[in-house]
């Protein structure tokens, strides 16, 4: 693969005998799908005269849309020791994606249209993922000062978040938000009380109270939600909660849904995979916030997601670099990589029975592209030929040589995960093909 | 597709254990069995008459190098490891890293290879982070062993290990006893460790006895004791009273209104301690805080084997760290490497 994907105009490419799904169209068939200018051609019959320069083959290959992650840290501009744009949109190439949505807490933040222009501008250079960056919805992050929205709306940014740095102050929040849906932006809020939520590390429970650490209450999370609702009923605000982990917040999602208000909520991939557990043994690659909880809230997000409550599913991916987690559990940076866990841990919900395949593959595409408000994650002809190809039944191992990430952080090393990309397109090109 | 993680018991014992069930670290009592800290108890008991004789040393961990490594302030701890390990005739490097290296940026990591490289053969490690220990254990290279000498919150073996030294020496075992753990449970090292004993042990019942505040979340369920927050009633019968030592920043913290409160409601005091078995004995891993967890009447009273605990403290330190040089000692005749010293079954 070239360092520079985004060389030379997209071929008009075929896509043969595939099982074609497009959630958004309720579509699920073995069909054709034709590529060209960029842009979805037709699907099924090719168009008259319609000449393929590139045929690609995906017989017993499901093809959908590329994948739309709705939280990935890039760590560009700032923290490039981590990794950089260029090294995390290859790897999310490598995993399907072809749109992320990076949180603002870069170094400096995305507050200024500079920084949204900057990070924009080196995701097109190296041209392998559509990168959305969220705009800071206060100045530096600090919960103080609401930012220029406007003009970070105009440079690009699809939605308002102040990473996951709870606003303290209830006011400037409300202002926030009110400020935000004037020029029709959404939020993303990541609920926690911070009062109950600062200085914790993991779930208070079983295990943070055997290793003696200190913990995160759910009532932080369930706090966070009930003052944020209160909010966005107060201000007709369109709120989205980022990566929901307790059952109690996830019903108040549910019962404030049902009342109409328009708030959505997504959840990351290994919430629904992995518990407190994982952190036995001091596992500082398990160190995560929103922290892993119980298994009866796995169950009840997994439970949500079937009923339609959570709509989407992220990877929430957070690469470090190995020293971020060479320490004793305490000093350790919190976060996982984990774009390239996104799609088989979605896929295996699928085996689970908690979804089937399209309601599965809507959480990683439609869904998160109308939260982010742009026309992304279908095969709909016109629509941007972002193409996912993968083979459902692939099997590989997590480890630092089957990564492409810069990020090697996970709790999952060592699992099998199944479900493997053979090709990713980005706008009609293809930006990742798996060898063998 | 994702397997479940194996337990902190079951990996505390894959870290602490070598293939033969022998001590390699002494980091936690998670996941030893009854019967190894049986062993321990009978070492340390062995080790007690070598303070009685004329010469106080044994040959046990003779030209081996063991170096302190304190991240965390400590006086008694400190002396009982250097005194314990001078009687095993090693040699001992004490390191106060608070304020020397990481002070400069210098990495937990880093600090480690350094003395790897001056072939220090066992760390004795205090550190004020949860799992520090762990940590030093799973990335010191073998066959360095590491002993805790408490972490953060978790763990603190060798202070619980001599405390059920001093148990079985006033009451002869551990089966039938209820002991009455008193105090900030939340924050202890000490206590989880002992809870932990405890249990392995077999004693009947642990109570955990304190304000909600100072309890952990699902103490009951996460640690196998009975909650408590009414100190006449949890002392109702007890053959063992452990009080805990509660430190001033508690105050700010928010935990607690005021000493003076936490004294009405849980100070020992000799009145109350009648509740409890007539010959129930009460300690404290100090230091105390005499008017605050309990009368000096008590701390000085008959009852009261305090200061035992301090002696014995360091018969167990010895046990422990000879078991695991023993252990070290194997490891290097099994790689072909002649050890400087013969363990034997010692």
Redesign the interface.
Known sequence: MPDNAAAGSPQAISIRGGRVIDPAANIDAVMDLHLADGAIKALGEAPAGFAPQHIIDAAGLVVCPGLVDLSARLRQPGREHKATIASETRAAAAAGITTLCCPPDTLPAVDTPAVAQLIRQLAEERGYARVLPAGALTRGLEGEHITEMAALKLAGCPVMSNADRPVRNTRVLRRALEYASTYGLGTFLHPADAYLSEGGLVH??????????P?I?EAAEVLGVARDLALAEQTGARVHFRGLSTARATAMLAEARARGLPVSADVAAHQL??TE??V????ADAHLIPPLRTAADRDALRAAIAAGEITAICSDHQPHEP?AK??????TEPGMSALETLL?LVL?LV?EDVLDLCDALACVTAHPAAILDRPLGRLQPGAVADVCIFDPDARWVVGEDTLVSRGKNTP?RG????GRVRWTLLAGRVVHEAKG | ????????QE??AA?QLDADGNLKHFLTL?GLDRALLIDILDRAEGFLGVAQQAVKKVPLCRGKIIANLFFETSTRTRTTFELAAKRLSADVLNLNISTSATAKGE???DTLRNLEAMHVDMFVVR?A????A??IAT?AAAPVAVINAG?????HPTQAMLDMFTIRAHKGGFEGLTVALVGDVL?S?VA?SQITALNTLGVAEVRAIGPSTLV????A???GVRVCHDLRAGLRGVDVIILLRLQHERMDGGFLPSEHEYFHLFGLTEKRLRLAAADAIVMHPGPINRGVEMDSGVADGDRSVILEQVSNGLAVRMAVMSMCIGTQNLWLHAAGQRPLTETGDA
């Not at chain 1, 429970?205 to 003696?212: D, F, H, I, P, R």
């Open positions: 208070e429970g079983l295990v943070a109270t055997q290793l003696g650490l913990g209450p995979w992995l557990d994982a036995a043994g001091f596992s020293d060479l320490n004793p559990f305490p000093q088989p295996g085996r999952l699992a099998e995960m199944i | 597709m994702i397997t479940p993680r194996a337990s902190q990996q505390a870290l998670d990495t937990l990591l550190h982070d949860s799992g520090a762990h940590f990335h972490d953060g919150c978790y763990s924050h090292r989880r952990p979340a699902r103490a369920e996460a640690l």
